[in-house]
């Protein structure tokens, strides 16, 4: 499985980004994919994720309302709408496979930044 992930960038807070995750390998029907993000010095965690089997998705409480994650199979691609973004929510975003329960699941694409400042 190979993830992309694209639509980084620096964005004054109370704007929107998306993200874009490109996923080769694997059709998004058949695999769990998800949105992590991680600040220096602290672990990576599950912001959103999205079940390949039914699209059941899951969002961190602090992203609930704010954050939508989509996916277009016909371009196996999954996105994160992001709404109302605070400082924050300022990390390396990592798009990657889930196990299930927005953990992460062992395949991860390369990071992209999202800074929230004025």
């Known amino acids: 499985v190979q993830l992309q992930a694209s639509g980084g960038g620096l964005v004054q807070p109370g704007g929107s980004l998306r993200l874009s995750c490109a996923v080769s390998?694997?059709?998004?029907?058949?695999?769990?994919v998800g949105w992590f993000r991680q600040v220096p010095g602290k672990e990576r965690k599950g912001v959103s994720c999205?079940?390949?089997?039914?699209?059941?998705?899951y969002y961190a409480d602090s992203v609930k309302g704010r954050f939508t994650i989509s996916r277009d199979n016909a371009k196996n691609t999954v996105y994160l709408q992001m709404n109302s973004l605070a400082p924050e929510d300022t990390a390396v975003y990592y798009c990657?496979?889930?196990?299930?329960?927005?953990?992460?699941?062992?395949?991860w694409g390369k990071g992209t930044l999202v800074t929230v400042s004025s």
């Open positions: 990657g496979t889930d196990r299930g329960d927005c953990s992460g699941g062992g395949y």
């Open positions: 390998g694997f059709t998004l029907d058949s695999i769990n």
């Open positions: 999205i079940k390949g089997r039914d699209g059941t998705t």
